[in-house]
């Protein structure tokens, strides 16, 4: 039988932690083709614990979170909530206006191949006056349905997209850079949202042409324009170093302080899980 390659890259549990208590726990998860974090929060909107596995994207996702329904006593307990986030590529924001939901199938097929082994779902999107279609495999969606028959799933562009007038500069146009493993996301934003895209990426290259390539396509300036990073990019690196050099008005994203973070928690760059912490907070 195949051994599944699945790693914790980051685990953190508050002192007095107990599964006892998870009825009064908020549960949230990020799923995406490479990692799977998990959150419990309490009814304070402390932060309590958190869990960030690692895998291959040759893995089969749903594989990879049945083995650790299987394995992980996280998965065996029942929560006040639980809420999901689906991090892929195969998403498209469609306005209110033009939406309709027998036609979800269509909308991502503009621009995505979409197989028999997905079901297509749906958010609404407030803060744009969209829709985000998007699909998930529906092997995962079974799972997630009977392990956790209260869960509320939402796509990761919803939750992101619905923080953008938090970060938002009085003063300039906004960018905001969110980086995943293998992905990264472009959201700009002038007084609406203008332009949201996800971009595979290998170099420090990559970024920089998504990013001016995005600026430009929307007539945005680079000195006219405020960078903010999130997620998985260290203020050391390589690429943050580069960037600086590129962007003037570059900052780090900061969570919101309605999250409170304690103990070994508070260790946690403040732009680290932004759309973790984003997927919790739109639930509030």
């Known amino acids: 039988?195949?051994?599944?390659?699945?790693?914790?890259?980051?685990?953190?549990?508050?002192?007095d932690f107990d599964f006892k208590q998870s009825s009064k726990l908020r549960a949230c998860i990020e799923i995406s083709n490479t990692d799977i974090v998990t959150a419990l929060f309490s009814e304070q909107n402390e932060l309590v614990y958190l869990q960030h596995y690692t895998f291959k994207s040759n893995e089969k996702i749903d594989k990879v979170f049945e083995h650790l329904?299987?394995?992980?006593?996280?998965?065996?307990?029942?929560?006040?909530?639980?809420?999901?986030?689906?991090?892929?590529?195969?998403y498209?924001?469609?306005?209110?206006?033009l939406y309709q939901s027998d036609n979800n199938d269509r909308w991502l097929r503009f621009n995505h191949t979409i197989t028999d082994d997905v079901v297509v779902l749906q958010d609404e999107v407030y803060s744009t006056d969209s829709k985000c279609v998007y699909a998930i495999n529906q092997n995962l969606k079974t799972l997630i349905d009977q392990t956790f028959p209260n869960n509320h799933i939402k796509h990761k562009t919803t939750c992101i997209a619905e923080s953008l007038t938090e970060?938002?500069?009085?003063?300039?146009?906004?960018?905001l850079v969110h980086v995943g493993t293998d992905n990264f996301d472009i959201a700009l934003y002038d007084k609406k949202m203008l332009f949201f895209n996800t971009f595979e990426y290998q170099s420090t290259e990559d970024f920089l042409y998504f990013?001016?390539?995005?600026?430009?396509q929307n007539k945005l300036q680079v000195d006219e324009t405020?960078?903010?990073?999130?997620?998985?990019?260290?203020?050391?690196?390589?690429?943050?170093?580069?960037l600086k050099e590129y962007f003037p008005k570059l900052k780090f994203a900061v969570n919101n302080k309605v999250?409170?973070?304690?103990?070994?928690?508070?260790?946690?760059?403040?732009?680290?899980?932004?759309?973790?912490?984003?997927?919790y907070l739109c639930a509030l």
């Open 1 to 15: 039988m195949k051994t599944l390659a699945a790693k914790i890259k980051t685990k953190i549990i508050a002192p």
């Open 69 to 90: 329904v299987h394995t992980e006593a996280f998965f065996s307990q029942v929560y006040l909530n639980v809420y999901i986030s689906i991090l892929n590529p195969l």
């Open 92 to 97: 498209t924001i469609v306005p209110t206006s």
């Open 167 to 175: 970060f938002a500069s009085s003063k300039y146009k906004s960018c």
């Open 211 to 216: 990013i001016l390539a995005s600026l430009e």
């Open 226 to 242: 405020e960078i903010t990073l999130a997620g998985e990019i260290e203020a050391q690196s390589a690429l943050y170093n580069t």
């Open 259 to 279: 999250i409170i973070l304690k103990n070994d928690f508070e260790k946690i760059p403040n732009h680290f899980y932004y759309s973790l912490f984003n997927l």
